[in-house]
């Protein structure tokens, strides 16, 4: 009996011991270990409501910790990048919930109109553009002012006659709805009939079927082109909808380069009424781009008619082969047949492998009853215009009360990528919210807007269990201000540049420093 009980307290000092040396091990590991990247000084808001920080470490491609300053910088190694924040807010990498990329990227050589406020002006930026390049054998213009292409019974096709006799000009307003065309841009489309120059659509469908189209090393080079510019902007991710798997292809193209340093959620344009066999074919695509923290296919977009049965047989077709479905259904109307078709397609079909996520986007209006709703349903809504509001209460906020999982996307190339123009637009909507707990509405609201851009965003693409977040394990995608824009936010989140994008553990962007005063 002694023998045994002798070999039993063996076996327990030894476990002990073994489990003492692993857990010592484990933060020798912690401490000794390659830690490849810190951001001290920092006001590191780690996202969901969570305290704020001081610093971040990052080993590999992870998030190792977050905590004090004096917690990270005893990590320092020799190999150690340092990010000094300077007392700026460090978020998590931006992630925009709705964009056309390839669509956007093909528009940054363009002319971009959003500083036209008057005719003088867009006339002075036409030619100056037709002048520096010469060898561009179309004028293409975008983002003008929508109240300046309203103008009534403007000339546009005169004007641009006189501007750039020598090629087609077409210059497009911000929300797509008008264009101006000048006469041999008219008479390539066969649009002769047009006498002003003023299209809306359908012309506007015709004349885009006559615009030079790009190649696929055009394509690559100007997806290129987007990624730098969404790192200057802090986008980190990008939710993107697209009629066909060809920019899947394209980004594959470019991650088999090395150079894919964006994360992408890859989402499919279907008509209402898409029949069994066409899923079939998009199941045999989603199999190509399977659930990865760089390149997926998962989500299947219908634009509302709308039609509500055919809505409702639709969107239950996509939802039985397990797509994550998503409607753009702006109005009421349109809204109310969408929450429909989702309680339909749950109440018939069974349970899918992943949790369903009906996603609402471009929402613009919606009943108190449907609002109600939302929360019963699961839906995750996108609202098309941050700064619009129902019942004097901001859009965003109303459906945030409502139980509804908040996102903001661009709708890039229709709005600006750059999700501070979103952020501010939301701050700035009329607002009744009091104060409390010593933080100030402001800054309150600006966290959910964060929030919403990252957290909630990484939801909305399955993936918050890798990015979204600050958090030890988490990808290290991160953002870094020029100022504290939660302490003191700034009169305009617009005055407050992003300085620092990092992407996977390393710096993809830098701000250039500002060229010191002459005076």
């Known amino acids: 009996m002694a023998s045994r009980l002798a070999t039993i307290l063996v076996i327990v000092i030894v476990g002990a011991t073994l489990i003492a040396g692993l857990m010592v091990g484990a933060q020798r590991d912690d401490a000794n270990g390659p830690v490849d990247l810190i951001i001290v000084n920092g006001k590191v808001y780690p996202g969901g409501g969570a305290n704020v920080q001081e610093a971040v470490a990052v080993r590999g491609n992870q998030i190792l910790r977050v905590g004090s300053n004096r917690d990270v910088k005893r990590l320092r190694r020799a190999q150690t990048v340092?990010?000094?924040?300077?007392?700026?807010?460090?978020?998590?990498?931006?992630?925009?919930?709705?964009?056309?990329?390839?669509?956007?990227?093909?528009?940054?050589?363009?002319?971009?109109?959003?500083?036209?406020?008057?005719?003088?002006?867009?006339?002075?930026?036409?030619?100056?553009?037709?002048?520096?390049?010469?060898?561009?054998?179309?004028?293409?213009?975008?983002h003008g002012d929508a109240a300046l292409f309203s103008t009534p019974n403007?000339?546009?096709?005169?004007?641009?006659?006189?501007?750039?006799?020598?090629?087609?000009?077409?210059?497009?307003?911000?929300?797509?709805?008008?264009?101006?065309a000048n006469s041999a841009a008219l008479n390539r489309a066969g649009l002769k009939g047009q006498s002003t120059g003023v299209l809306k659509a359908p012309a506007i469908h015709l004349m885009t079927h006559v615009l030079p189209q790009p190649s696929r090393a055009e394509k690559i080079?100007?997806?290129?082109?987007?990624?730098?510019?969404?790192?200057?902007?802090?986008?980190?991710?990008?939710?993107?909808?697209?009629?066909?798997?060809?920019?899947?292809?394209?980004?594959?193209?470019?991650?088999?380069?090395?150079?894919?340093?964006?994360?992408?959620?890859?989402?499919?344009?279907?008509?209402?009424?898409?029949?069994?066999?066409?899923?079939?074919?998009?199941?045999?695509?989603?199999?190509?781009?399977?659930?990865d923290p760089?390149?997926?296919?998962?989500?299947?977009?219908?634009?509302?008619?709308?039609?509500?049965?055919?809505?409702?047989?639709?969107?239950?077709?996509?939802?039985?082969?397990?797509?994550?479905?998503?409607?753009?259904?702006?109005?009421?109307?349109?809204?109310?047949?969408?929450?429909?078709?989702?309680?339909?397609?749950?109440?018939?079909?069974?349970?899918?492998?992943?949790?369903?996520?009906?996603?609402?986007?471009?929402?613009?209006d919606i009943s108190t009853d449907d609002l109600s709703r939302l929360a019963r349903v699961g839906a995750i809504v996108e609202p098309l215009g941050s700064d619009a509001s129902v019942d004097a209460t901001p859009l965003w906020s109303a459906l945030t009360s409502a139980g509804a999982r908040l996102i903001f996307g661009s709708d890039w190339p229709a709005g600006p990528l750059d999700p501070r123009d979103t952020i501010d637009d939301a701050l700035n909507a009329p607002s009744e919210t009091p104060a409390a707990e010593g933080v100030p509405a402001s800054a309150r609201s600006l966290r959910s807007l964060i929030d919403s851009y990252t957290a909630e965003?990484?939801?909305?693409?399955?993936?918050?269990?890798?990015?979204?977040?600050?958090?030890?394990?988490?990808?290290?995608?991160?953002?870094?201000?020029?100022?504290?824009?939660?302490?003191?936010?700034?009169?305009?989140?617009?005055?407050?540049?992003?300085?620092?994008?990092?992407?996977?553990?390393?710096?993809?962007?830098?701000?250039?420093?500002?060229?010191?005063?002459?005076?």
């Open 221 to 291: 080079m100007a997806l290129r082109a987007a990624i730098e510019e969404a790192h200057r902007m802090g986008v980190t991710s990008v939710q993107t909808v697209s009629r066909s798997g060809e920019e899947l292809d394209l980004l594959h193209e470019i991650r088999q380069q090395g150079d894919l340093t964006m994360r992408v959620y890859g989402s499919v344009l279907v008509p209402e009424g898409i029949e069994e066999s066409d899923v079939e074919a998009l199941d045999a695509l989603r199999l190509h781009y399977p659930d």
């Open 154 to 180: 403007v000339a546009a096709r005169r004007i641009l006659d006189d501007d750039v006799p020598d090629r087609p000009v077409v210059l497009t307003s911000e929300d797509g709805k008008i264009a101006w």
């Open 82 to 142: 340092v990010v000094d924040a300077h007392g700026a807010t460090v978020i998590s990498g931006l992630n925009d919930a709705h964009v056309a990329f390839t669509d956007g990227a093909l528009t940054l050589d363009q002319l971009d109109l959003a500083s036209a406020t008057t005719l003088n002006d867009l006339e002075s930026l036409v030619t100056e553009y037709a002048d520096d390049m010469p060898s561009r054998a179309w004028v293409i213009g975008r």
């Open 294 to 364: 760089a390149l997926k296919l998962g989500g299947a977009e219908v634009v509302c008619g709308c039609d509500p049965e055919k809505l409702t047989r639709t969107v239950t077709l996509l939802d039985k082969h397990n797509w994550h479905v998503m409607v753009r259904a702006s109005g009421e109307e349109d809204v109310h047949a969408a929450l429909d078709a989702f309680e339909h397609a749950a109440a018939v079909n069974t349970t899918p492998a992943n949790e369903r996520r009906f996603r609402l986007e471009d929402l613009e």
């Open 457 to 519: 965003a990484a939801f909305a693409s399955y993936d918050e269990h890798r990015k979204g977040k600050l958090a030890p394990g988490m990808l290290a995608d991160m953002v870094i201000f020029s100022a504290d824009i939660f302490r003191d936010p700034p009169r305009s989140l617009r005055e407050a540049p992003v300085t620092v994008t990092i992407f996977d553990g390393k710096v993809v962007y830098r701000r250039p420093p500002t060229p010191a005063s002459s005076n």
